[in-house]
């Protein structure tokens, strides 16, 4: 988890985890696409997706 010198933006107030800063940051910069269930930048969803149901076989 990340250290906690600025107040949580999560709506329930509990310390930001790695995720949460990723997905809060990007969403600050103005970035309005697809993000993984680790709160990284998706720019390519279809390809994802894919990958995600190749290892899911």
Avoid: C
Avoid at 18 to 35: N, Q
């Amino acid at each position: 988890m990340n250290d906690t010198a600025r107040p949580s933006r999560r709506p329930d107030g509990r310390p930001e985890s790695d995720t949460d800063t990723r997905f809060f940051d990007l969403r600050a910069s103005g970035y309005i696409g697809a993000l993984d269930p680790d709160g990284y930048a998706v720019p390519d969803v279809e390809a994802w997706l894919n990958r995600q149901a190749d290892r899911d076989r």
